[in-house]
């Protein structure tokens, strides 16, 4: 006899006794499972300033690449999501395409870098990584790929240093904040950012982390951990939904200044829009953005849409601008597998066009 659901109890009791064993297998799954490890190519510390930190990864092969290619990742979260496992690394095609691939790490800020400003991040930390791999390579300038907030960081500096960066990519990187379907925008704009740094000092992670879980609460809080029950008997799915928990809870401290002084310029001041982003005593003016210019964004990104990227092509200052549209999402851009075959080949493609 089925309910006014049309299921039947011969289903319930099926289901039932399929949600039963999918438990118990998932304690013995749990039970055989180590720490969930991340990161799979091997790296080296090249450079360091402080908790910041410039890796090159070593590949299976020698880069054929003349130019290296430095990847500058948000704040917000670890770097390692371009290099998560083996089977989702943006980071491990890249280097099978030749490329030669360097990765900043911010560390974990503490109270000693409250007072950490965007002029440290973008002209001391990312400006002394490029010096590095200038002065190191023999060059005067590297291939430079921001990551969301790493995008806007790299705009900026690429303004302020064309001479130094010989091509821009930026994947997933907000130019317009004021556009009507960003959620966190809006939120932020209201924000009184003053009040809130000087109450709090660096903003917590945990903080943070509630922020952009509550943009889906049904999809982050509740849905994928009732669909976590049906990949209990699988150990490898386990693992992955594992790696992906840890790497998202593994976020840093925001070190206060800079959050400040990002939220007013950016997000409130809408500054590359609009004029009067300042790093230190210089402006920022996008049309100083001369070398080519490669955009990737996500078309169902809920962090960064589609109308906060692409107002990119009528602002910088090259007639060398592309776009490249991904179907997918903010973090799948870098983990899915369409992304592993179709972004690092776009990326290196776009790169050896334009090699000289």
Not at 161 to 166: E, L, S, Y
Not at 187 to 197: C, H, N
Not at 265 to 271: A, E, I
């Amino acid at each position: 006899m089925a309910g006014p659901l049309n299921i039947g109890f011969d289903t319930l009791v099926q289901d039932a006794t399929t949600f039963q064993q999918k438990l118990a297998a998932g304690t013995r799954t749990l039970h055989e499972l180590g720490d969930t490890d991340f990161g799979v190519t091997p790296r080296e510390e090249v450079w360091r300033d402080g908790k910041v930190v410039l890796y090159r990864f070593r590949g299976e092969q020698a880069p054929t690449a003349k130019v290296p290619l430095l990847i500058c990742y948000a704040l917000v979260n670890r770097p390692y999501m371009v290099d998560l496992q083996a089977d989702r690394s943006m980071v491990r095609n890249l280097l099978a395409l030749g490329q030669d691939v360097y990765i900043i790490d911010w560390g974990y800020p503490d109270r000693s870098d409250r007072f950490l400003t965007l002029e440290d991040y973008i002209e001391r930390f990312l400006g002394g990584a490029v010096d590095h791999l200038c002065d190191s390579h023999g060059l005067d300038a590297v291939n430079l790929l921001g990551v969301c907030q790493g995008g806007t960081f790299s705009l900026c500096y690429a303004a302020l240093h064309p001479d130094r960066v010989r091509n821009l990519v930026t994947m997933v990187t907000p130019v317009d904040f004021h556009t009507d379907d960003n959620m966190l925008s809006n939120w932020t704009r209201e924000m009184d950012v003053d009040l809130f740094v000087d109450t709090l000092g660096n903003v917590p992670a945990d903080m943070m982390n509630l922020c952009y879980l509550t943009l889906k609460p049904w999809r982050l809080f509740v849905q994928k951990y009732v669909g976590l029950v049906d990949i209990l008997d699988d150990r490898k799915a386990v693992e992955d939904f594992l790696r992906m928990e840890k790497w998202i809870f593994d976020s840093p401290d925001q070190a206060g200044e800079a959050f400040r002084q990002f939220v007013k310029q950016f997000y409130q001041g809408n500054g590359f829009v609009n004029g009067g982003i300042t790093i230190g005593d210089q402006e920022v003016h996008l049309g100083l953005v001369e070398m080519p210019v490669l955009n990737i964004y996500a078309e169902q990104d809920h962090l960064v849409p589609p109308s906060a990227s692409r107002p990119m092509r009528g602002l910088v200052g090259t007639d060398d601008y592309s776009e490249l549209s991904f179907r997918g999402g903010h973090i799948g851009i870098y983990v899915s597998g369409r992304a592993q075959k179709e972004v690092p080949a776009a990326i290196n493609d776009w790169l050896t066009a334009r090699s000289r």
